[in-house]
């Protein structure tokens, strides 16, 4: 790396639109800086490490942020295979004014005893039409409800439509239920 970086150096021109990124030893300051601005993560690379093209390398580590959000659980879609008696899925949106906005859906951070506690209390809320505009594409599998229990769910990013990335499920949020 630090060979490289050297003959980029010399190949890249003052004046150009091109750079060379800086190179920092201060790598938790550097992530806490990123995640501050919104970014998705940095790449943390050893500087004596080679450059493999097309390969990974337990040298060079993308690192991600993560964030969390509190959801409105407005569905579920029902569960498949080792899911079945329980739920797929969470239909996700949050409060924007009087409407509702969907986030997508979460499917990851259960376990088994988390699922039946969820799905247990998702059971006793009543069935409603979907609540929201946007019709998502798993509309005919689910089984919409009443906007009551909240969530909390960890993300990478939000996509251009304002949906979640890589979202995962944290917890409930029985103490924020309206």
Not at 18 to 26: D, P
Not at 37 to 60: C, D, F, H
Not at 66 to 95: D, H, M, N, W
Request: glycine share 10%; net charge positive.
């Amino acid at each position: 790396l630090v060979r490289r970086r050297a003959w980029m150096e010399d190949a890249i021109r003052h004046g150009t639109p091109y750079r060379v990124s800086e190179a920092l030893a201060e790598g938790p300051e550097l992530f806490s800086a990123a995640a501050g601005v919104g970014l998705e993560g940095i790449m943390a690379k050893e500087r004596n490490s080679t450059y493999k093209p097309g390969m990974r390398s337990a040298q060079w580590l993308k690192i991600k942020g993560r964030q969390s959000t509190e959801c409105l659980i407005i569905g579920y879609t029902r569960g498949k295979g080792g899911r079945e008696p329980l739920f797929g899925a969470l239909q996700l949106a949050v409060r924007q004014g009087n409407d509702l906005k969907y986030m997508g859906k979460v499917g990851t951070g259960f376990d088994e005893k988390l699922s039946k506690e969820v799905f247990s209390r998702l059971k006793k809320i009543g069935r409603v039409k979907r609540p929201i505009s946007t019709k998502p594409p798993d509309d005919a599998e689910t089984e919409w409800i009443e906007p009551r229990e909240i969530c909390e769910v960890q993300y990478a990013s939000l996509t251009k439509d304002g949906m979640l990335r890589e979202p995962v499920f944290l917890r409930l949020r029985p103490d924020l239920t309206q």
